[in-house]
């Protein structure tokens, strides 16, 4: 049974930072694309970031230039570095792989306010 465990969210002041971590249990080779998505209250799960199993990574215009999706193979992880945060980037952040079949974390909160 694969499971993803997101991790790293809190409350942070504007402009601050936070790095989100998800945990694969399971080889993360078996997935070829990753993805971090957004929910805030009341509006549509958004796609924030993605990386392939080849390293090619694409950014919501929102977050181009603040926010970094990376992996590290061996300790299954993958990883949403968000930088110069906003009060706009308040939402449960979700992790996602996909490979023949897809799956979702259960999310961590990230609130930004002063």
């Known amino acids: 049974q694969v499971q993803l465990v997101e991790s790293g969210g809190g409350l942070v002041q504007p402009g601050g930072s936070l790095r989100l971590s998800c945990a694969v249990s399971?080889?993360?080779?078996?997935?070829?694309?990753w993805g971090w998505y957004r929910q805030a209250p009341g509006k549509r799960r958004e796609l924030v970031a993605a990386?392939?199993?080849?390293?090619?990574?694409n950014y919501a215009d929102s977050v181009k230039g603040r926010f970094t999706i990376s992996r590290d193979n061996a300790k299954n992880t993958v990883y949403l570095q968000m930088n110069s945060l906003k009060p706009e980037d308040t939402a449960v952040y979700y992790c996602?792989?996909?490979?023949?079949?897809?799956?979702w974390g259960q999310g961590t909160q990230v609130t930004v306010s002063s």
């Open positions: 990386i392939t199993s080849g390293g090619s990574t």
């Open positions: 399971g080889s993360i080779f078996s997935f070829n694309l």
């Open positions: 996602r792989g996909v490979g023949e079949v897809g799956y």
